[in-house]
């Protein structure tokens, strides 16, 4: 077997690992601002943190899907069954899913609802539902609905990830493992 269909395409691999350092540091702030009351300090700067690392990792999933579209992804691991191997296409497609629609709902959310949209106190995105109340409140319970969903479905690729590297010992890590 090549190097190739051995394990994803290189680039693939590095976007991989960049998304899981951005999406787990975006999830536990976006869990501890739930927690907070609104307008209080340091919810406010660090949602300002979390909406330019949601709007960081749309952008990554749009190249990712591109570069995913255009390469070979390598046959599942000997040791997986049917039903592991439908439950892992599962699982990675609620997270390519996540990837999109955690943004889009943040942004309507944000951007209807005129709150701030400041990247990495930079400049600002525009607003492209200004004052629109309906898709600033379907936002609003999207986002944080999903997010239970979020909660579970990356708890369970980190635990399978967990389970294959150290109780099964196969190769499903090294797949994704990025190399020289
Ligand atoms: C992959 C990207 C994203 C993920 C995984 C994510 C995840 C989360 C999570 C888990 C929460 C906590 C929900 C709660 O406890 O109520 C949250 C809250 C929030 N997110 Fe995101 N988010 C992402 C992108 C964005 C973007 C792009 C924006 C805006 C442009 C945004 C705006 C917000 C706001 C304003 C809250 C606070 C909501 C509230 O307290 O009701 N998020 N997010
Ligand atoms: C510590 C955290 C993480 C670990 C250890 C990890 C590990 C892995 C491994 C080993 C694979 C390959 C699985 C296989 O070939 O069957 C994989 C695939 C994948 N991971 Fe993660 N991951 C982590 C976090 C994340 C996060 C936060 C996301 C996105 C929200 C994510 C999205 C994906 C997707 C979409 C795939 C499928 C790749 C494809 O088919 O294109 N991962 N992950």
Redesign the pocket.
């Known amino acids: 077997m090549t190097e190739t269909n051995k394990a994803?395409d290189p680039l693939?691999r590095w976007i991989?690992?960049v998304?899981?350092v951005l999406?787990?540091m975006a999830?536990l702030i976006g869990l501890y601002c739930g927690l907070q009351p609104a307008g209080t300090s340091p919810r406010r700067e660090l949602l300002e943190i979390h909406k330019s690392l949601g709007i960081t990792l749309f952008l990554l999933a749009l190249l990712?899907v591109v570069v995913?579209s255009r390469t070979t992804?390598?046959p599942?691991?000997a040791t997986?069954g049917p039903l592991v191997r439908a439950l892992?296409q599962l699982n990675?497609w609620a997270?390519?899913a996540?990837?999109l629609i955690m943004p889009v709902t943040g942004y309507m959310f944000s951007s209807a609802g005129g709150y701030s949209l400041r990247y990495f106190w930079t400049f600002s995105w525009p607003r492209m539902f200004a004052g629109d109340k309906a898709i600033a409140h379907a936002g609003e319970i999207a986002h944080d609905t999903l997010a239970y969903l979020?909660y579970l479905?990356?708890g369970l690729?980190?635990a399978a990830?967990?389970w294959?590297?150290f109780i099964v010992k196969d190769e499903?890590?090294a797949?994704?493992?990025p190399r020289r």
Do not use: E, G, N, Q
Request: charged share 10%; glycine share 0%; net charge positive.
């Open positions: 994803y693939l991989h690992w998304t899981a999406f787990i999830m990712r995913r992804a390598p599942a691991p997986f892992s990675h997270l390519y996540l990837l979020v479905v990356v690729h980190i990830t967990l294959h590297a499903t890590l797949r994704m493992w």
